[in-house]
């Protein structure tokens, strides 16, 4: 098993816990399918490797009435 499949699953079990006795059993396997894009997604993201200097690409800046 893959580390994605692991913590998809890892992640269903928790939300199950949590959550099923409140779910009907094809909005279990609703939420099973969306842990699943879940990790797969976070998978994609560990996989970009950052520099020291890499940062946001939009700089916050708050509205300061008057300025």
Request: glycine share 8%; aromatic share 6%; charged share 35%.
């Amino acid at each position: 098993m893959s580390r994605e499949q692991d913590e998809a699953r890892l992640l269903f079990e928790l939300l199950k816990a949590r959550y099923g006795h409140l779910l009907k059993p094809d909005q279990l396997e609703e939420v099973r399918k969306g842990a699943e894009q879940v990790a797969a997604t976070s998978q994609e993201l560990r996989a970009v490797k950052l520099g020291e200097n890499d940062g946001p690409g939009i700089v916050f800046e708050p509205y300061r009435k008057g300025r």
